[in-house]
Each structure stands twice: as structure tokens, then as C-alpha cells.
């Protein structure tokens, strides 16, 4: 049988392509206007079809492999309510999610699957972005639920909610349903880091992931034009405190013998990669805070997954 294809845009550092690819999809093509992360993507898989591009300068009928794809993800940059940001952010953010539902117009997938913020789907802040694209999936003829999906609920040792479109032509989209949880329990961060923590012999590694039972807060990329890398806000770096780590920093490489076995400890990019769910051979392009925030932007992998199961289980014959 052959595989499903899709065209994955604003596809970042590929953990939502990654999900599709293990749900039987095969990429079309996948678009960022990053350099970082389209290296990231070319390091790990160098026959997909990567272009260095915005979505707002993409012409579909430059790339005609396009027309001929079951599917249009997009895990876009995560839009916010006005009154929280500057209004130029907010309308490049809004700008981007407009221009993947209007990609619809040209690819005509059979199925759309966007990720973004919760508050997407039921936030009266965006009630104008979702009856634009209300108005323009149905022109389309497509009907689309909307819904939200925690990350940790499907083997990710993250609590991360994640809002979600999914749109089928109208003779697929009784067959949808939205996917249900993989695990009976969710990951705990020590489970998730043990190994790593004792890969260099600190002889804390067994203390500390006996008492890291949470999932991991939400990790957050941050913005490219602010600050370095650190874990997230301060409610969210206190809750790290609460498991032993330090949230305001990133360190090069994981606790050694000769590291205090009681003390405070930082994590690395790699075990933020483990937090989202990455194959720990899949490597990041540039530096350390430019491979965090790959990271913390991503989609975690086992989530595009679930996704593209449940699309695929609705577009079989």
C-alpha cells in the first residue's frame, strides 16, 4: 500500500513531521524560513525535500509536487492574545495561521492539521481567526473539528496542551476521531532523565530522579530576539526548583563525579530533547541557545504521531 503524502510548513526543527513520518506520511516537501532548522532537518533526514523559505513568499505553483499530497501540517509560531504582546508580533503570528489555511486554496489536501496554542480553539481573543477560518475551510468544502491534546497523555514526560485544527474534505471527516491517550500514566521527569543524569557517574542520579515524579513544565522556546536560554518563566522555574533543577540556565553537560550529589543541577539541550520526545540520534544545527529553542518550539513527536494516525485511519479507502 502506498504511503500517504504531506507538505509540512513552518516545519521547525521536525518534530511534528517526525510524528506524520512514523504514522506512515511521507514529506512532499517541508518549509522554514530558519536556516538553523532547515539544517536541523537536511543533518537527519537528507533525502526530504527541504526549502529555506517564508510561508508569506511561498507560491505553490514553483514547487508542483505539491498539488498531489493528502496532507497540509503546520506546527506554526505560537500566536497570543494582543493584550499580552506587541501588536506587530501578534500580527505576524496571525498572519502565518491565515496563510496556512489559505494554502489550502492552492494544495487542496484531503486533510489540514494545525498545531498551536490552547487557547486557539475556545479564547474569545481569537474568536476573528477562527471564524476566518471557519468561512474559508467550508468554502473549501471541508469540515474540521477543533480540539486540544496534552502531550503527556501520549508518552511525553511534558505537561504541554496543545491546540489543535484538523480539517477533512467532507467525505473523510465522519471517519476522524480525535486521537486518545497512549499511556496509562504519565512519564515522570527522573524516569525521563535517570540515564542521562548518571551517564558521567554523579552519584546523585539515583536521589534526584527518585524525587523528579512530575512531568516536565511546559518547555518554551522564547523569543530569537530576547535573552538566552533558560526554562521558562518564573512560576515555571520554580516548579523546576521543586525537582531539583536549576531553570534559569542551560548547562554544556550533564553532572559529573565530582558534582555536589545534594545540590541544584541544570539540564542540557539534549535532555531538553528527551523532554519533547526527540529519538535521541536526532541532532540540532548552531548553537546552544539556537538548539534549545528549536527544542522548545517543536512539537513533541509522539503527538504528530497520534495525529497522523488518527488522520490516516480517515482517509483509507
Known sequence: MSKLRFVDVCAGA????????????????????????????RMNRPTWNVQEMDLLDFVPDEHQLTYDVDLLSAGLPRVKSSATVARAETEEELRLLEAAVLLAHSIQPR???????????????????????RKELEHLGYRFRWFVLNAA?????????????????????????????????????GSALHRSMAARGWSGADAWAAQALSVAPTLVGGSDKRG????????????????GVNGGALAD????????????IKLTVEQA??????????????????RYRQIGHASPPPVGNALGRAIAAALAP
Open 253 to 264: 553537560e550533564v553532572p559529573g563525579p565530582d558534582d555536589d550529589a545534594t545540590g541544584m
Open 14 to 41: 521536525g518534530g511534528l513531521a517526525l510524528g506524520l513520518e512514523a504514522a506512515g506520511f511521507d514529506p512532499v516537501l517541508l518549509l522554514d524560513r530558519k536556516a538553523l532548522a532547515c539544517e536541523t532537518l
Open 111 to 133: 486533510a489540514l492539521l494545525i498545531e498551536n496554542v490552547p487557547g486557539l480553539v475556545d479564547s474569545p481573543s481569537f474568536e476573528t481567526i477562527r471564524e476566518f477560518i
Open 153 to 189: 497523555d501520549f508518552g511525553v514526560p511534558q505537561d504541554r496542551k496543545q491546540g489543535v485544527l484538523v480539517a477533512l474534505k467532507e467525505p473523510y471527516f465522519d471517519a476522524f476521531h480525535p486521537p486518545t491517550p497512549t499511556v496509562d500514566s504519565h512519564v515522570p521527569v
Open 273 to 290: 530533547a528527551l523532554l519533547q520526545a526527540f529519538p535521541p540520534k536526532w541532532e540540532f544545527a548552531g548553537k546552544k541557545t539556537a
Open 228 to 243: 538566552g536560554a533558560d526554562l521558562g518563566p518564573t512560576g515555571t522555574k520554580k516548579a523546576w526548583a521543586r525537582m
